[in-house]
Each structure stands twice: as structure tokens, then as C-alpha cells.
């Protein structure tokens, strides 16, 4: 092969590759993803991760692992209630935002074993307490 | 001392501006003296952010409450040492300490080159001026660090409980003086665009600088896990957090950098890539340091709302625009000066590490902006998880690891096929080997990927073993030394290489330990009382006895109240105690009551480890108080003004409950093997980056020989 011919050989396989990884990255982001979303916003039948606040003073612990709570949005007071069991993040408090998966049914929010993930206060500014 | 700090930072700002303007004058014009003038401005901004970082750093070190920083970050019952690292732990400190490394380490790299790539010194001299401009910018306009309260509080707010941990106060500092670092090489980057020099110059006096950012950068990314694994209180060490792969992209991208430099230097190919890599991988540090300030992105780690964020954007995008704008323009003067002569050549393998390198850091930038992706795309904003992130980065680090092993034994240009086999006999058959032996005596054939990193690493293993081993018999022929003196002179004699060689050695280990660990780590959450036990794989953990300790935990983070466990665990006939514990730290929640403020506050993990090579028992523990709950009401309503010593009685009361009648505590054990390898790994590649970092002799007597020349030269043109 000549040198000319050779180049765009390697320029072809070069872009090849580069489009698969480029299909790759979307095809599976999009398929892999999990919608994020307010607590006003889900409905029964299908999973969500759902970002909010939990509501001051609705913590409630029932036997060995089992943890209640409602959560709001950030910025709103509709919440919903939240049935947890697993592990629980060091800064779980009122008043926290918080990330939890799971699906709604019955009116609560059944959260996957294990999924909840809380925000820490930053790290730069000291936490408004009891927002 | 609060204005002279604030003075010293307007200053530094006013100066720094002066010295990117000297040094564009002296550059257009020609006049040397303006860009020396800019050069030394360089060092005094340095020396005036030295100043106000010695006086943010005493006024934390008094615990001067009228600084609002001190109050809001520090507090008197702070451990010294936290006292001192607290000031990186407030946007403000660490935006400071940013423009102070910034400062020093553009004043050692002018200092270095005072003498020699004339042309391009002035444009790095301004990049640099205005890089340190922006940070100064930003903290004289909106986040001084020395703003002052009116009325000092009596007591500060003490320093977040989760970052005491002495991982996670060297690492800020290790990702800055990274981050920091890489600007050097893209100072010279652009000044070589500029000038249109963009030969290896600006590569031979800034390659070392980038090594010394890649190293810390590491180290950094590395303490990072560190604390993740021992603090946290989840078990893991890596959970692709935003704020984690923003350290991770630019550290990728600075990898394929200090490979492909290699190739301009040897064969003068690949100038385009690499002035694109560098300002990638400067774009990517800013955005790093970036994301840690926005909240754009949500992460575990979280931020603070911040003033800065817009400032910052504007910043990225113009460093961004400009740089690419000077590339398309100087493309004409950036052509190769040679050809790809061969696939098998370690230029082509070099290529295609660095084309590996840079996908990785596409895909983790991809998920990590992928909420903001998504939104704009669909209006929905969704999130990808560890498990997306496993699935595309793990085939890319296999081929990653086992170019690890092939690149740097290849010759330069071409190779023959022959030679080839004949490097790779011994590491293959070895593979082989392994390869026979795991799948025979563990079950390591349970993951596939895992199986073939164990392979690709005891092929890397064998490759730099076999070099070392090579090198040294050579040695061993030629002067008659001993096998520990012919290994240390070889290494003293081509750093770079043997370097280099360990730090793929190092790569390669710690890799083995992310295998093993990942796929291989065995998990289990349990609720005890006292004298019972559970088992999980070899180990039988029995719950001792409950601790309640007060004011003295073991790992000096000054925590008030800290609850805990004894526990006794046996694996054979061996037998070992930990002591896991959960430290409470008080609110300043005004709205609760005196007595539960010191319960309900931040409560960290003091997780106990069993180091192993083998494998780590790790063990977390989390006490259930809900059965104080009760008394500390009663105690809230009853004691609502009690005394500073009264509170003291009435907690040691409470924790003498807890310890004598303990209610079941819930426990997380994790058996991860070979975890330790991960550190090890780390510890030797950061040990190899020294070695390849370090001045060699012969390095040494070019520079005196240089400055003597340079001071001949000056003679002579004045005599």
C-alpha cells in the first residue's frame, strides 16, 4: 500500500472507533439513566430517583432497619412519604437534601434497599441548620 | 491584620495585572527590561500572597473570631491540626492558597528559564500574570478571605466533623498544587503558539513541572479514596462523584500529555495534539476547581451556593476560546516534522494509549454532565450511575493496563516482529503462567474482566521486571558491580526510563487492587446486641461490649460524645479487636433543646480497619440512642438553663446508660480483598514519578554549562 492510501486507512479506522464510542456513550447513557425528579412530580408505576428535603420532624424509625420520613421539594411543601430500609447516610437529618430511588405505590414511596444518598452540608459554607 | 491581609490581596491583584502588561510590552516591542520588570512582578505577587496566607493562616491558628472565615470555619475546641488545614476547608482559604501555589510555582518556573526561551517567556510571563489576575480578581471582588464581623462570636462554628481526617486535609492542597501545576505547561504552550515556536523548547523546560502536577494530582486523587474508604462509613473508595471525576479528567488527560510529549520530543510529531492536550488538560483543572464552587451538579460531596460561579464560566470559556483559536491560527507552523513509520513503533503505541486516555476521560465526562446534557436534550434531567460508569471504563482500562506493559518496551520508528517476540517471550509465558495458576487455585474465573486484569498486570509486572532485570545484568557485565549497587547506579542513570518503568509497575498493582477489590469484596449489614455474632466469610465477629466515651476519641477529631463497640473477631485461630465507634458533634441549632443540641449535630463513622495485604476486614458501627431519646427530652425540659458542668454531668449520665444497657447497634462489615494493593500501587507509582522527576546529574552539568555560556555571552557582548 502506499503511504497516501495507508493514512486513510488509519484515518477511517481512527474515526471508526471514535463514532462507536461516540454511539456507545449515548445509546447506553440514555438507556442506563434514571430520570431525577421532584417529589410532586412522580406518579405510581414507574421508578424515579427523587431529590427533595426531608420534612422537619417526620423521621420516624419502626423496628430494626425500617425508616420513615417525608420529603419535599426543595422549594415547595408538597411531599410524600418515604418507607426506607438500609443502610442510612452519616448526615441523614431533618431538613437534609436528599437523593432516594425506588417507585411509588400506595401512595408512598417505596425506596430500593440501600439507595438513599444525603447530601452533606457543604464543605465551603457553614449549613443553614433549619432551612 | 484583617486590612493588611485585604491590602496585600488588592495589591497582588494591581501587580499581577502590571505584570501581564510588562510582560505583552516587552514582547511586541522587544525590550527585555519590561519583561523582566513583568518577571519580578511575578515573584512579588507571589511573596504578597505568601503574606496574606500567613496572616489568614495565624488569625485561624488564634482562633481570631472577627475574622468571619475563623468563625464560620474553626473553632477553639478544633484540634491545632485542624486548625491550621481548616482554612482550605472555606471556599475563600482555598481560592487563596490556589493564587499563592499559583504564585510560587510561576515564580520558580520564570526563575528557571530567567535565562533562555526569550521568546516565549514574556506570553508565559502574561498567561501566568493573568491566571493569578483571576483568582486575586475573584477574592478582592467577592469572596475575600478577610472579611471581618462586626461583633466577633465568642465561639466559632468548628470545622465540618466529616473532614477531620488527615487524608482529607493534605488532599486539597495535593489537588491544587496539581491543579496549579498544570498551568506551567500551559503558560508555555500558549507563549510558544504566540511566538510561534512550537518546537520541544517549551516541552524541555516545563516537562518537569508536569510531572510534579501529575504527581500531586495523583497523590491527591489517591488520599481522596483514601478518606472515602476510612471515613465515609460506606465501604468504598471510589463512587464516581462529580466532584471526584473532575479530579480524575484532568489527571487522564495530563497522562496522555506526558506520554505524547515524549514522541514531539524524539520524533518532533504530534504538535497539534499535544498543545491541545495541554490547554485540555489546563481547561479541565480550572473546571475542576470550578465544580467544587457552582453546585451545577448535584453530588454527595455538594456545594455551596456561591457568588462565583458565573465569573468562573466566563473564565473557562474565554481560556478555552482563546486557546483554540490560537491553535486553528498557528496550524500552518505546527506541522510534523516526521512521519508515523511504522505501527509497531512505540510512537503508534504512545498514540494509542493517549487515544485510550482521552476516551476515558470523554466517557467520565459524559456521565458526569450528563444531568445537564440530558435536560437540554430531553428537558428531563436524568442521571447515570456507578454501574454505567463500571460498564464503559473497565474494558478501557484493561487495554489501558496492557498497553502499559507493551508501549515502553517498544523501539522508536520501527520494530521488527522479531525483536518483538523476543522482549515478550518471558512476560508472556509468565502471564501464562499465572493465568494456568489462578484459574486452578482461586476463583478468580468468577469475573471475567477481573481475570484479565489479574493477567494484564502480572504481564506489566514481568515486562518491567525483565527491563530492570536486563539493564542491571548489562551493568553487572560490563563494570563487575553487585546486583543492589548495579539496579540503584542503572536507575541513577536514565531516571526517566527506570522512572517511569515503576510508575507502570505501580499503575499496574494498583489496578490489581481495584480488580480485587471490586469484583471480589464480600459485604454484610447486621443488627446486634451485646454477645451475640455473626460470620461473614472466614471472619466471626461477636459485639463485646457497647463504649461511650467522652471528649477523647481516638483519632484526635476532638469530638465531644463519641459511642462505639468492642469487637472480637476470629478467623482461624487468629484473633484480632476492633474497636469501631460514631462520633457526635453538637449543633448550634439555637431552636433545640440544651441537652439534645450535643445529639443531634453532625455524627460521623469512625470506622476500625484490619489492614491486610491479603485482604482488610473493615468494620462500621452505628448506635442506635433512640432509647435515649426520652431522657434527653425529659432532660431538655428539665435542665433548659443548666450550667456548662451541669450539661457535662447530665451527658456523662446519659452515655453511662448507653454503655451499661445498650440497645442492638446496627454494624456494616466489609471483606475486601487485596484493597491494600490499591495504596501500595499508588505509593510505588508516586515513588517512581519522583525518580523521573528528579534532577540527573548530567541535567545538571547542562544547566551550569547553559548559565556559564549565557554569562560569557553577556561578557563578552558588553566588553
Redesign the interface.
Known amino acids: 500500500m502506499d503511504?497516501s492510501r495507508k493514512r486513510k486507512l488509519r484515518l477511517g479506522v481512527?474515526l471508526t472507533?471514535a463514532v462507536l464510542?461516540a454511539t456507545?456513550?449515548i445509546y447506553?447513557?440514555?438507556s442506563?439513566?434514571?430520570?431525577?425528579?421532584k417529589p410532586s412530580e412522580i406518579e405510581p408505576g414507574k421508578s424515579y430517583?427523587v431529590?427533595g428535603k426531608v420534612v422537619h420532624g417526620s423521621i420516624q424509625?419502626s423496628g430494626?432497619?425500617d425508616l420513615r420520613f417525608r420529603i419535599r421539594d426543595r422549594d415547595g411543601t408538597q411531599s410524600v412519604p418515604v418507607a426506607y430500609s438500609?443502610?442510612?447516610?452519616?448526615?441523614f437529618?431533618d431538613g437534609r437534601?436528599v437523593?432516594v430511588s425506588g417507585e411509588l405505590k400506595q401512595g408512598t414511596f417505596v425506596a430500593e434497599r440501600d439507595s438513599l444518598?444525603?447530601?452533606?452540608?457543604?464543605?465551603?459554607?457553614?449549613d443553614e441548620?433549619?432551612s | 491584620m484583617a486590612g493588611v491581609g485585604s491590602a496585600c490581596l488588592t495589591v497582588a491583584l494591581l501587580t499581577a495585572l502590571f505584570a501581564a502588561g510588562a510582560a505583552i510590552y516587552g514582547g511586541v516591542r522587544g525590550r527585555r527590561e519590561w519583561v523582566t520588570s513583568g518577571r519580578r512582578a511575578v515573584y512579588c505577587v507571589a511573596a504578597l500572597c505568601v503574606a496574606a496566607f500567613a496572616i489568614l493562616e495565624s488569625a485561624f491558628l488564634r482562633s481570631d473570631f472577627s475574622y468571619k472565615l475563623v468563625a464560620e470555619g474553626s473553632s477553639t475546641s478544633t484540634p491545632t491540626f485542624y486548625k491550621i488545614t481548616a482554612v482550605w476547608a472555606t471556599q475563600d482559604g482555598s481560592l487563596l492558597l490556589w493564587a499563592t501555589l499559583l504564585g510560587l510555582f510561576a515564580s520558580a518556573v520564570l526563575f528557571i528559564t530567567r535565562r533562555s526561551l526569550r521568546d516565549i517567556t514574556p506570553w508565559a510571563t502574561a498567561v501566568l500574570a493573568g491566571v493569578a489576575a483571576f483568582f486575586l480578581f475573584l477574592m478582592v471582588g467577592w469572596e475575600n478571605p478577610f472579611d471581618t464581623l462586626a461583633i466577633a462570636p465568642q465561639e466559632g462554628n468548628g470545622l465540618n466533623p466529616l473532614l477531620r481526617h488527615p487524608a482529607m486535609m493534605i488532599h486539597p492542597p495535593m489537588l491544587y498544587t496539581g491543579y496549579v501545576g498544570f498551568s506551567i505547561p500551559f503558560a508555555f504552550a500558549i507563549g510558544a503558539l504566540i511566538a510561534r515556536r512550537p518546537g520541544a523548547d517549551w516541552i524541555r523546560a516545563t516537562r518537569r513541572f508536569a510531572l510534579v502536577a501529575w504527581t500531586f494530582l495523583g497523590t491527591g486523587i489517591l488520599l481522596g479514596a483514601l478518606w472515602s474508604y476510612s471515613e465515609l462509613g460506606w465501604g468504598g473508595y471510589w463512587a464516581w462523584d462529580p466532584v471526584e471525576n473532575a479530579s480524575l479528567m484532568p489527571w487522564l488527560v495530563g497522562t496522555a500529555f506526558l506520554h505524547s510529549i515524549m514522541v514531539q520530543e524524539k520524533r518532533g510529531m504530534l504538535k497539534v495534539w499535544n498543545v491541545s492536550l495541554i490547554c485540555t488538560t489546563f481547561v479541565l483543572a480550572l473546571l475542576g476547581t470550578f465544580l467544587v464552587r457552582s453546585g451545577i451538579l448535584d453530588s454527595i460531596h455538594a456545594f455551596g451556593a456561591s457568588t462565583i460561579g458565573v465569573q468562573f464560566l466566563v473564565f473557562i470559556s474565554a481560556v478555552l476560546i482563546l486557546s483554540a483559536t490560537l491553535i486553528i491560527v498557528r496550524l500552518p507552523d505546527l506541522r510534523s516534522t516526521a512521519r508515523l513509520d511504522s505501527l509497531l513503533s512505540r510512537e503508534a503505541f504512545f498514540l494509542l494509549n493517549n487515544l485510550v486516555l482521552v476516551a476515558l476521560a470523554l466517557v467520565i465526562l459524559w456521565g458526569t454532565f450528563f444531568p445537564l446534557i440530558s435536560e437540554a436534550l430531553t428537558g428531563t434531567e436524568s442521571t447515570v450511575g456507578p454501574p454505567w460508569f463500571n460498564r464503559l471504563t473497565t474494558p478501557l482500562a484493561i487495554v489501558l493496563v496492557l498497553l502499559t506493559g507493551i508501549g515502553p518496551v517498544l523501539a522508536w520508528r520501527k520494530m521488527t516482529p522479531s525483536s518483538l517476540r523476543r522482549i515478550l517471550l518471558v512476560p508472556l509465558v509468565f502471564t501464562a503462567v499465572v493465568l494456568v495458576a489462578l484459574l486452578a487455585l482461586t476463583n478468580a474465573a468468577d469475573s471475567t474482566a477481573s481475570l484479565i486484569m489479574f493477567c494484564f498486570t502480572a504481564f506489566v509486572l514481568a515486562v518491567v521486571a525483565q527491563e530492570f532485570w536486563r539493564g542491571a545484568s548489562a551493568r553487572r557485565v560490563m563494570t563487575g558491580e553487585a546486583w543492589p549497587r548495579a539496579l540503584a547506579r542503572l536507575m541513577g542513570r536514565n531516571r526517566r526510563r527506570y522512572g517511569g518503568y515503576l510508575v507502570h509497575a505501580g499503575i499496574a498493582v494498583l489496578f490489581l487492587g481495584v480488580a480485587a477489590s471490586s469484583a471480589f469484596v464480600e459485604q454484610r449489614d447486621v443488627r446486634l446486641s451485646p454477645g451475640e455474632s455473626f460470620t461473614l466469610g472466614d471472619y466471626e465477629v461477636t459485639y463485646r461490649e457497647a463504649t461511650a466515651k467522652l471528649g477523647g476519641d481516638s483519632s484526635g477529631t476532638g469530638a465531644p460524645i463519641s459511642f462505639g463497640a468492642v469487637m472480637d473477631v476470629r478467623k482461624g485461630d487468629q484473633t484480632f479487636t476492633l474497636r469501631p465507634a460514631r462520633n457526635f458533634y453538637s449543633s448550634g441549632d439555637p431552636s433545640l433543646g440544651a441537652i439534645s443540641r450535643f445529639f443531634e449535630g453532625e455524627a460521623t463513622s469512625e470506622v476500625d480497619v484490619r489492614w491486610g495485604l491479603r485482604r482488610d476486614f473493615w468494620l462500621a458501627v452505628r448506635p442506635d440512642i433512640s432509647s435515649l431519646e426520652r431522657p434527653i427530652r425529659e432532660a431538655d425540659a428539665k435542665f433548659a438553663d443548666a450550667a456548662g458542668d451541669v450539661q457535662a454531668l447530665i451527658i456523662a449520665a446519659l452515655a453511662e446508660r448507653y454503655r451499661s444497657d445498650p440497645p442492638p447497634a446496627a454494624f456494616r462489615a466489609i471483606v475486601s480483598p487485596l484493597v491494600a494493593w490499591i495504596w501500595i500501587g499508588g505509593a510505588i507509582a508516586l515513588l517512581g514519578a519522583l525518580v523521573a522527576a528528579w534532577p540527573t546529574p548530567e541535567a545538571r552539568l547542562r544547566r551550569v554549562r547553559a548559565l556559564y555560556s549565557a554569562r560569557l555571552g553577556k561578557e563578552l557582548s558588553r566588553a
Open positions: 503511504p481512527a472507533a464510542l456507545a456513550l447506553t447513557s440514555f442506563a439513566s434514571t430520570e431525577a425528579s430517583e431529590t424509625k430494626d432497619d438500609g443502610v442510612v447516610p452519616d448526615p437529618r437534601e437523593i444518598v444525603t447530601k452533606c452540608p457543604s464543605k465551603f459554607t457553614k441548620q433549619s
